[in-house]
């Protein structure tokens, strides 16, 4: 089986990205091949400064690093550093209707608020399923977000196999049933466009703040709460905390006569130990970025020669070689 998923690095990674995709990569490493990608030219579309999309990229490769992805095991790379992904995108893109990626609701979703739209931004949902299509993958990571984007690269996969013979392999979403939309200190998505993250190596100062002004309700504390599997804190909790914790919180909830303060503290504390061993890890990564970077090089060779032979599939079928 052949795992690959990518992540965009604009901004810092928050804990919607590694509790609902991160987690699973770490898990599925040990496929026979992996492939886990910082997706830069995705991000291209929206960060538009070059010493910050560096950073942020070189950041990425290191956090993921950090939370446990081991280069002996997988394959991390750039995105930018395969040109035969964006070759494949055309090929794909000449076969793709406007109506497909008029429907994606991210695209949707960005233009609805406000969020100035541009070509790349569109198409996006083309260049990640080269992405996929490119390294013959069977399964691909990802939270709930993504997977109307996977079912848009099945399509033009089967289609373009309909057309020109049986050229791609189809691939599949996989999510976690528990994290697969982890909810932000609003109660929404955890997003980065909504401004409502945790990120993973916040300074814990901070974050605990974050976490003390998440939205609760306001039932009286006394008041017993069934529907605590329902909460954003106890959602949050339940990701940090060990099973025990847990249940411990849930009876909690259950019997009534607590504060949501003191919930918040419980999470931030879960919060600081679930992280700690990642966080010392990532300060070690950081002092040396040239053994990231090479890193990523090696994990670049790799991905190059595969991505490079299901190029010359597709365009030997297709008739542009
Ligand atoms: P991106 O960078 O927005 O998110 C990276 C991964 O994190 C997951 N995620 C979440 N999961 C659960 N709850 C949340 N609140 C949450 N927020 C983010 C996303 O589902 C994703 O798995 N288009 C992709 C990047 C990409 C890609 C690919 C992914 C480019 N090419 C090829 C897979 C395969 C994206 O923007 O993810």
């Known amino acids: 089986m052949r795992v690959l998923s990518g992540i965009q690095p604009t901004g810092r990674f928050h804990w919607g990205n590694y509790f609902g995709a991160i987690q699973q990569y770490i898990e599925l490493q040990d496929e026979d091949e992996s492939y886990y990608f ?15 999309l560096r950073q942020l990229t070189l950041d990425a490769a290191i956090d993921l690093l950090a939370l446990g992805l081991d280069p002996n095991r997988a394959n991390l790379f750039a995105q930018s550093d395969i040109p035969e992904v964006s070759e494949l995108c055309w090929l794909l893109l000449s076969g793709t209707s406007m109506g497909l990626l008029e429907r994606c609701v991210s695209f949707k979703d960005k233009k609805a608020r406000g ?3 541009n070509v790349g931004l569109f198409t996006y949902p083309v260049l990640m399923s080269a992405d996929i299509l490119a390294y013959d993958a069977d399964v691909v990571p990802v939270g709930e977000d993504q997977l109307q984007h996977i079912e848009v690269c099945r399509d033009l996969a089967m289609s373009f196999n309909h057309q020109f013979g049986d050229v791609f392999t189809l691939p599949k979403g996989k ?8 909810p932000g200190t609003d109660g929404e998505k955890m997003s980065k466009s909504y401004n409502n993250t945790l990120e993973l190596f916040e300074a814990p100062k901070p974050q605990r703040k974050k976490i003390m002004r998440i939205t609760t309700d306001s039932r009286p504390m006394e008041e017993p709460k069934p529907d605590y599997e329902d909460d954003t804190l106890f959602q949050l909790y339940r990701l940090v905390a060990t099973e025990s914790e847990c249940a411990e919180m849930a009876e909690l909830y259950q019997r009534g006569g607590f504060g949501y303060g003191e919930v918040k503290k419980a999470v931030a504390d879960a919060a600081d130990r679930y ?20 890193i990523l090089a090696d994990g670049a060779n790799v991905a190059r020669k595969k991505a490079g032979d299901v190029l010359l599939r597709a365009q030997q079928a297709c008739g542009v070689k």
Request: hydrophobic content about 45%; glycine content about 0%; aromatic content about 2%.
């Open 175 to 182: 999510v976690l049933a528990d994290s697969a939309k982890v």
């Open 275 to 294: 992280f700690a061993e990642p966080r010392a890890r990532r300060e070690e990564l950081a002092a040396h970025p040239e053994r990231v970077r090479e």
């Open 115 to 117: 969020i100035q739209a």
């Open 38 to 52: 910082i997706a830069n030219l995705h991000a291209l579309t929206t960060i538009r400064d070059r010493e910050l």
